[in-house]
């Protein structure tokens, strides 16, 4: 999954997250915290994914 993706699927989870806890009222709630992990999958991808292209050298530097 690119990063527009990651960052398109993590802002639904959120907003997904944010109504589940406002109408659940519960963060215990077993909806809650599958979508609660399911947002931290996708963090960890997106995290994981910029530190991968934070290390490749970019060809568009001069040496």
């Known amino acids: 999954?690119?990063?527009?993706?990651?960052?398109?699927?993590?802002?639904?989870?959120?907003?997904?997250?944010?109504?589940?806890?406002k109408n659940k009222g519960d963060f215990v709630d077993d909806n809650v915290i599958a979508v609660s992990q399911q947002l931290d999958t996708f963090i960890i991808q997106l995290q994981t994914l910029k530190k991968v292209k934070k290390s490749i050298p970019n060809n568009h530097q001069s040496a």
């Open 1 to 21: 999954m690119h990063e527009k993706q990651l960052n398109k699927k993590i802002e639904e989870l959120r907003q997904q997250l944010t109504v589940l806890i």
